[in-house]
T-cell receptor, first 113, second 112 residues
């Protein structure tokens, strides 16, 4: 299994509070991704990174920001959490951006009350 | 506007028989397709992929077929085993884009 960890694994928070989710990899892969999974939607890309300090928006980026100061860490921040951001969040990594499978972390279940 | 569609939310198959999971796409720019398997409370795991220059790719019990003219791909699992019970996602990407576009998934149940 690819070395990807996510923390925390579960979090309950209140509307309006900031939340940061962490993804850590030991594979030295260049590309990292944040997805959310909701019933009936499959996985939807929030943001991705193609190198240290290089990030770009995905399909559902509103309300989220990311940072990558080291190859191994990719942080997802909800500046002011809303109930619509209750979801399961997955981090993924890949060696290259094209024609390359992505390897996923175990997920973080976030509940915003 | 769902670009990748898995129209069957669930599928039940007898152990030992063939499981066929289907996926349709609308974007003709997609040129790389992947299947993932997901167990509850775990992240998706990669199963098999196919590029648009092929129409078939095989890996053990898993075979993916691609019909570009119909914009359709399918995953065959033969023979089906109890451990195959999971949610299966298809995903697609275009050469010009890093993003994977995912279907909503099909829950496969293998009956003993």
């Amino acid at each position: 299994d690819a070395g990807i960890t996510q923390s925390p694994r579960h979090k309950v928070t209140e509307t309006g509070t900031p939340v940061t989710l962490r993804c850590h990899q030991t594979e030295n892969h260049r590309y990292m991704y944040w997805y959310r999974q909701d019933p009936g939607h499959g996985l939807r890309l929030i943001h991705y990174s193609y190198g240290v300090k290089d990030t770009d928006k995905g399909e559902v980026s509103d309300g989220y920001s990311v940072s990558r100061s080291k190859t191994e860490d990719f942080l997802l921040t909800l500046e002011s959490a809303t109930s619509s951001q209750t979801s399961v969040y997955f981090c993924a990594i890949s060696e290259s951006g094209y024609y390359n499978e992505q390897f996923f972390g175990p997920g973080t279940r976030l509940t915003v009350l | 506007d769902q670009q990748v569609k898995q129209n069957s939310p669930s599928l039940s198959v007898q152990e030992g028989r063939i499981s066929i999971l289907n996926c349709d796409y609308t974007n003709s720019m997609f040129d790389y397709f992947l299947w993932y398997k997901k167990y509850p409370a775990e992240g998706p795991t990669f199963l098999i992929s196919i590029s648009s220059i092929k129409d078939k790719n095989e890996d053990g019990r898993f075979t993916v077929f691609l019909n570009k003219s119909a914009k359709h791909l399918s995953l065959h699992i033969v023979p089906s085993q109890p451990g195959d019970s999971a949610v299966y996602f298809c995903a697609a990407s275009a050469d010009s884009n890093y993003q994977l576009i995912w279907g909503a998934g099909t829950k496969l149940i293998i009956k003993p």
